[in-house]
């Protein structure tokens, strides 16, 4: 059902580059991106992190989208929440109602942006709760819909969403949770290559869209991370310009 359920990591990778500190990326990480097609390889390090979450400190929030059902994601949304991270749910129920699913779409695209516009960090993430899902799976079932169609769907719904924010706030800053979202979110934005940068935690570093648009972007698996990950996300993109550059000013984006 999850945007992410059944999401691949890989194998294929033997290095991905190297943090601050000389420790290489660790592999299940680097595989994640390299099999989006989007890695280069000749990463660069960067400097330390700064900000916080919830409030920008310098001008813009984070966009963050989750689409695994993971519950190393669940525990992160829950303490972004806890942190004053905006969520919003894209209802997975709604997306199977015709008469109801553009007008949910975008009253969550007007909510992320606005949020977003007010200097707010904002999570948008496919439904999780275990009552929605049951009653999602059987109204899908209702309509003749496999549970790999379902998936696609809320996927696809969930990509659009939040290329569409990224568009319309012109956004530079994004935390994806979740392979199958990171690759389908990406391929929105038309980005085809990343620079791997700086490590977070390990195995989960951040990255530079190579699209001319300059995004920093942190893109991991929805197994991936501790429970606070989500918001070292929010405050290291926080800390960073376009040249990779720490404790910026934010005019520099």
Do not use: W, Y
């Not at 033997?14 to 290489?24: D, I, K, N, V, Y």
């Not at 595989?31 to 097609?37: H, K, P, V």
């Not at 890695?39 to 960067?46: E, I, N, R, T, V």
């Not at 199977?96 to 699913?101: Q, S, V, Y």
């Amino acid at each position: 059902l999850g945007a992410d359920e059944g999401e691949r990591t890989g194998k294929n990778l033997a290095s991905a580059g190297t943090g601050p500190h000389g420790g290489q990326v660790d592999r299940a990480a680097a595989d994640l991106i390299e099999n989006s097609g989007l890695l280069s390889k000749d990463a660069d390090a960067l400097q330390d992190n700064a900000g916080s979450a919830g409030h920008a400190t310098r001008g813009d929030g984070v966009l963050l989208a989750a689409g695994s059902l993971m519950p190393q994601t669940a525990a992160q949304i829950a303490c972004a929440r806890e942190a004053g991270v905006t969520i919003i749910e894209l209802d997975s129920l709604l997306l199977l109602e015709p008469a109801r699913k553009n007008g949910h779409i975008a009253d969550v695209v007007r909510r992320a942006g606005a949020e977003l516009a007010s200097g707010r960090d904002v999570l948008i993430h496919a439904s999780n709760d275990a009552g929605k899902l049951a009653a999602t799976r059987k109204r899908a079932e209702e309509l003749g819909l496999s549970g790999t169609v379902l998936s696609r769907i809320v996927s696809d719904e969930l990509a659009d969403a939040v290329a569409d924010v990224v568009e319309r706030a012109r956004q530079r800053r994004i935390v994806i949770a979740g392979g199958e979202t990171s690759a389908a979110v990406c391929g929105r934005l038309g980005i085809t290559g990343l620079r791997v940068l700086e490590e977070i935690e390990p195995g989960l570093p951040s990255c530079m869209s190579l699209d001319g648009k300059a995004r920093l972007l942190v893109l991991k698996s929805g197994s991936f991370g501790s429970p606070e990950f989500i918001v070292k996300a929010i405050e290291h993109l926080k800390g960073m310009n376009i040249h990779g550059e720490s404790d910026c000013d934010e005019r520099d984006l």
